[in-house]
């Protein structure tokens, strides 16, 4: 190590990141050298190459992009779970820059040509079948990036980018800091009636921590949910839906927090975006690198699944409003009354509770849990490691097969005030092969769940909804196409060059292990019995696996067709025509939706997915890999019978060879069916729903 490295952890890539020692400090002194040795590179590779082979372009070209990416994504990571002043300004000082060098190089004519000219190279067809699908995918890219538009073309095209950039990371911005802000005081113990103990334990210690007495509550989803779902006090409810609903919109009390300006430049500059490219509407731009064909064909398939669904929602809120009015003396059901009716015709139709089921998922019994079923499935195990992590409570794990290591990954399970909200996967490290030596993976698990209370001095353990446990196994499932990858180069190693609309298949096909009797003994034990879940609650729990599946399909079907709308519909660039963001989700729950939620709600100005995320024109993904996942786990259910469990390490092996070892090296569909057979059905999705009556 030399002494530069030293002095910045960030330009050390000898083995993991040192977030002991790195400081907002170091952020643009690394990011500036890193741009600076690969636009070097890029300089250097930019003439024609007279014998032009993998060896000698891509690979030093991959060498020093790799660099740049992982120390970019440690800056990126430490803005989403350690976010300070600092290290934000560092963050937005880089990402100007960052995103300068990636559209250029996205926009190089002369990288293009050599691109080109090593797909009809004599080496080419000696290059294995993930090396070609690079090539084909760099290819594709570089139309997408504008490589092919005149100057003119490419310095708007660029100015876009950086330009959405900006704004993307404001919109999470604001995001975070109006959930933040808000702080709801109870003093009065009386008036949060029905809330769990374990609730009013976490709010009591969240006043303490500000110096105050009471019970205090904030926009964190562990800290405002449980009250939508067990307080009896209706105003109480209404007050913190209101204040969750008008986040970071005109409505949310602070107009310097407001997403609505930079969702309509958003739409605005993707629009013109696309039309530089060539294409319709920037749906058209997000789909080509996706399974789906066209936005076309996206909408046909969320129109005929809400055209399956509706029926049964529309029996749900039938149901929910008639018990609401009888049982609950609601006349008016309203949005800050649908979770609590529904927990309460949960609890009286199923027998139990939530909060009941809660007491049997401690946290050190589900990640152990968890750990055993990758075991068997995979037959990978994995071991408690050391790492220097950003938070005191992130924890650091190694995967091994027959001793030799595999991958590691850190898990940051709590909500914390500088953190983003959600739940993702996302790597550190990925796998390749670096001049002989095998580079494995790393990634970061991250969640947003209730830490541990201290009761009378007392640290206790975490405990999760089920809800929860079904979100980290989702993770995990992202996590593991990651760790698991046997592709040795990175272009398409892991989740990289995976549709985007078949990414979700690992992870939500993990979430089905949640719901096997087998697999919830292995990981449950009650917090005061230490005893497993019974199986008496394990069937209720089962009956109850499909109540409202109408109604959450629908609001599925709702978010992606609004998505896919507000970027397939919007007026040319130069149109007079107006374009309302609002009106567009009015009309999709016109259209899909059986119930709407109050005019105030503003559920858009915090969809991080499509507006900081990748999932624009893409949410869709969610239903469409539910089609995937439902359908690759029917496999392991037909196994039951004859193995006597679904954790069949036969069928395991099969999905680890033929989905999660390939990564992104063939299309998404070739693996399906090299693992399934034959091509998807929606049957098993609908099976797994409710709704194949």
């Known amino acids: 190590m030399n002494s530069h490295t030293e002095l910045n952890p960030l330009l050390d890539f000898s083995d993991l990141p040192r977030f002991d020692a790195i400081t907002a400090e170091h952020v643009a002194p690394a990011i500036d050298r890193l741009l600076e040795e690969c636009r070097r590179t890029v300089a250097q590779l930019e003439a ?18 790799e660099r740049l990416g992982r120390a970019w994504g440690i800056v990126n ?10 290290l934000r300004a560092a963050y937005n000082e ?11 190089l996205g926009q190089n004519l002369q990288l293009y040509q050599n691109y080109k000219a090593l797909a009809t190279s004599p080496s080419y067809a000696d290059l294995s079948s993930a090396r070609k699908k690079i090539i084909s995918n760099a290819l594709r890219d570089f139309k997408l990036g504008g490589a092919e538009l005149n100057d003119d073309a490419k310095k708007r095209y660029a100015e876009i980018q950086e330009r959405l950039a900006a704004l993307s990371t404001r919109f999470s911005e604001n995001l ?21 103990e374990d609730v009013l334990q976490a709010a009591a210690n969240a006043a303490q921590e500000d110096g105050k007495q009471g019970y205090q509550f904030t926009l964190h989803f562990p800290s405002y949910f449980p009250v939508l779902q067990y307080a009896e006090d209706r105003s109480l409810r209404e007050t913190i839906y209101r204040a969750n609903a008008t986040k970071a919109s005109e409505l949310g009390g602070n107009a310097e927090w407001d997403n609505s300006a930079l969702i309509d430049e958003i739409l605005r500059l993707r629009q013109e975006e696309a039309e530089l490219l060539g294409y319709r509407h920037y749906a058209d731009v997000s789909l080509v690198p996706k399974m789906a064909e066209s936005a076309e064909q996206v909408e046909t398939f969320l129109l005929d699944l809400a055209t399956k669904a509706k029926p049964y929602a529309a029996k749900d809120l039938s149901e929910l409003r ?14 800050w009354d649908t979770t609590y009716a529904s927990e309460k015709l949960r609890e009286q139709r199923y027998a139990f509770s939530e909060q009941e089921l809660k007491q049997y998922f401690q946290e050190p019994k589900v990640v152990a849990g968890l750990f055993q079923v990758i075991e068997k499935l995979f037959g990978a195990t994995i071991r408690e490691d050391h790492a220097s992590t950003w938070h005191e409570d992130v924890r650091f794990f190694r995967v091994e097969r027959e001793g030799k290591l595999v991958g590691q990954f850190y898990l940051d399970l709590y909500a914390r005030a500088a953190k983003q909200g ?5 790597d550190a490290r990925a796998r390749c092969l670096k001049q002989g030596q095998l580079q494995t993976p790393v990634v970061y698990l991250t969640c947003n769940f209730n830490a541990p209370v201290v009761v009378d001095g007392v640290r206790k353990p975490a405990t999760f909804t089920h809800d929860e446990v079904i979100t980290l196994f989702h993770e995990f499932g992202h996590g593991l196409h990651q ?16 549709e985007w609309d078949a990414v979700e298949l690992p992870s939500q096909f993990m979430e089905n292990f949640c719901w096997e009797w087998d697999v919830l003994q292995s990981m449950s034990a009650h917090v005061e019995t230490e005893q497993a879940l019974p199986r008496s609650l394990y069937d209720k729990m089962i009956a109850a696996k499909n109540f409202q599946a109408g109604l959450q399909t629908l609001r599925q079907v709702e978010f992606a067709l609004f998505d896919m709308r507000i970027h397939a519909q919007h007026p040319k660039t130069g149109s007079s025509a107006s374009f309302q963001v609002a009106q567009v989700l009015q009309d999709v729950r016109n259209q899909v939706s059986v119930i709407q939620p109050p005019s105030f709600n503003r559920f858009q100005h915090s969809f991080s997915h499509i507006f900081a995320g990748g999932y624009a024109a893409g949410y869709f993904s969610y239903k469409w890999a539910e089609v995937l996942s439902a359908d690759a786990y029917a496999a392991f259910e037909e196994v039951v019978e004859s193995e006597g469990t679904s954790l069949s390490r036969r069928v395991g092996q099969r999905f680890q060879t033929e989905i999660l070892e390939v990564g992104g090296s063939r299309p998404a569909l070739e693996s399906f069916v090299a693992f399934r057979g034959r091509k998807p059905s929606i049957d098993a999705l609908l099976r797994h729903n409710g709704m194949n009556a």
């Open 422 to 426: 959600g739940a993702w996967m996302d």
């Open 94 to 104: 880089a990402q100007p820059k960052i995103t300068e060098f990636w559209t250029a």
């Open 483 to 498: 760790l698991l990858t046997q592709v040795d180069d990175i272009a398409v190693s892991g989740i990289s060059g995976v």
């Open 77 to 86: 990571h430490l803005n989403s779970v350690r976010d300070t002043p600092e």
């Open 48 to 65: 024609p190459i007279e014998n032009i082979t993998w060896d000698n372009f891509v690979t030093p070209l991959e060498t020093t992009t």
């Open 322 to 335: 008639q018990f609401a009015k009888e049982q609950l003396g609601i006349d008016d059901l309203q949005a």
């Open 176 to 196: 975070l800091d109006a959930t933040n802000d808000y702080k709801l005081l109870i003093e009065d113990r009386e008036q949060l009636k029905g809330l769990p």
